[in-house]
């Protein structure tokens, strides 16, 4: 994706939205008013293990005459220690708005596996999970995967007539992720399993980033693992989550160097992912600990919980937490209204043959 800015205005206030590419300069710091308030989107680094753009975003802000109104779109980053930017996960609260208003929070199917992973691209973190679950002997047939790595783990995928996969990578064209979700992985990967194995693109950074993966794996009654993501689980406890510390060991979270996080997500939960009586008996006996997760997520209060660290964290004035919270919430008025208006009929499952079935 290229750079690009995009004005949106509420009263007298606007925020200037911006892609950080790789290529892509911060020269727009050098004279943003300090009236307005920049949202750089996405994740800072590239997916596999590019992390410039973070430190082209501390050096510019260093250097900008004037102090400005930075957000990222992150739950916690450690460029925070350095300088003074606001994490705004927007994604995660418009998919959660898009499921409390326009998807009915069904009961969930049986849980029969132990756990699911999900891929539609291929970033290092997860082609190294398929590489290492199959070294390991770990298997499930609940994963979505737009390219074969190994004779278990091949091409499964679901995509209709507006989506492609190419290069071993899915693009959704107009189709959203929620419909994706409701679609396919709703009961085809996620809820017939107890653990979401999640590998969220900001693997490398020391940052929690949350895409619509951890999304699902609340809204499907799973626990996640977030496969070499930084202090997510801790991040997650604090914004009122269930992370589930008496049965997994999320000790992986706090190693500084990320390919031995990966490694130890999996290695220390091995004999969990290997047993899935122990996780189903489980799931039977702390139900309500699930539907729990799925509520709060849905809530939002979650989110309010964050805004209030926030404010305290980085003293973030009225105007910009007004500016912030109206593109938010205008963003997740737009998705949904995508969603609403789509109507997807022609679809195909990529089966472990390859065959297509409409």
């Known amino acids: 994706?290229?750079?690009?800015?995009?004005?949106?205005?509420?009263?007298?206030?606007?925020?200037?939205?911006?892609?950080?590419?790789?290529?892509?300069?911060?020269?727009?710091?050098?004279?943003?008013?300090?009236?307005?308030?920049?949202?750089?989107?996405?994740?800072?680094?590239?997916?596999?293990?590019?992390?410039?753009?973070?430190?082209?975003?501390?050096?510019?802000?260093?250097?900008?005459?004037?102090?400005?109104?930075?957000?990222?779109?992150?739950?916690?980053?450690?460029?925070?220690?350095?300088?003074?930017?606001?994490?705004?996960?927007?994604?995660?609260?418009?998919?959660?708005?898009?499921?409390?208003?326009?998807?009915?929070?069904?009961?969930?199917?049986?849980?029969?596996?132990?756990?699911?992973?999900?891929?539609?691209?291929p970033r290092y973190n997860r082609t190294w999970l398929v590489d290492r679950l199959t070294d390991l002997g770990l298997r499930s047939e609940h994963y979505s995967l737009p390219g074969s790595q190994s004779a278990h783990y091949v091409r499964r995928c679901w995509i209709n007539s507006d989506m492609q996969v190419l290069r071993d990578q899915i693009l959704n064209g107009s189709v959203s992720n929620v419909e994706i979700y409701q679609s396919w992985l709703k009961s085809h990967v996620f809820e017939p399993t107890v653990i979401s194995l999640i590998t969220e693109p900001a693997w490398?950074?020391?940052?929690?980033?949350?895409?619509?993966?951890?999304?699902?794996?609340?809204?499907?009654?799973?626990?996640?693992?977030?496969?070499?993501?930084?202090?997510?689980?801790?991040?997650?406890?604090?914004?009122?989550?269930?992370?589930?510390?008496?049965?997994?060991?999320?000790?992986?979270?706090?190693?500084?160097?990320p390919h031995r996080r990966m490694e130890m997500a999996i290695v220390n939960n091995h004999d969990l992912l290997s047993d899935t009586k122990k996780l189903i008996d489980f799931f039977q006996c702390n139900t309500q600990r699930f539907e729990y997760n799925r509520r709060h997520m849905r809530s939002g209060e979650w989110f309010r919980r964050h805004v209030n660290k926030e404010i305290a964290r980085t003293g973030i004035s009225a105007q910009d937490l007004s500016c912030l919270m109206f593109y938010s919430l205008d963003d997740a008025n737009n998705y949904e209204s995508k969603l609403l208006t789509s109507r997807h009929n022609s679809y195909i499952i990529i089966d472990q043959t390859g065959d297509r079935h409409g």
């Not at 925020?15 to 892509?24: A, D, F, T, V, W």
């Not at 943003?32 to 994740?43: C, S, V």
């Open 1 to 121: 994706m290229t750079g690009h800015t995009k004005r949106t205005t509420a009263s007298d206030i606007d925020l200037i939205q911006y892609h950080l590419s790789n290529g892509n300069d911060l020269t727009l710091l050098d004279d943003l008013p300090r009236d307005r308030t920049l949202f750089i989107e996405d994740h800072l680094g590239g997916g596999n293990g590019e992390d410039g753009a973070a430190q082209r975003l501390v050096k510019a802000l260093q250097k900008a005459p004037a102090e400005p109104a930075v957000a990222i779109e992150y739950v916690r980053h450690s460029i925070t220690q350095q300088v003074n930017v606001i994490c705004w996960p927007r994604q995660t609260l418009f998919v959660a708005l898009t499921l409390a208003r326009y998807v009915k929070p069904d009961p969930w199917q049986q849980k029969i596996a132990a756990f699911n992973f999900m891929i539609n691209k």
């Open 204 to 257: 490398h950074e020391q940052a929690c980033f949350l895409s619509e993966k951890t999304v699902w794996a609340w809204e499907s009654g799973t626990m996640p693992i977030w496969v070499g993501s930084w202090g997510v689980a801790d991040a997650m406890a604090e914004l009122g989550f269930d992370v589930f510390y008496d049965i997994i060991d999320h000790g992986y979270q706090h190693e500084i160097d």
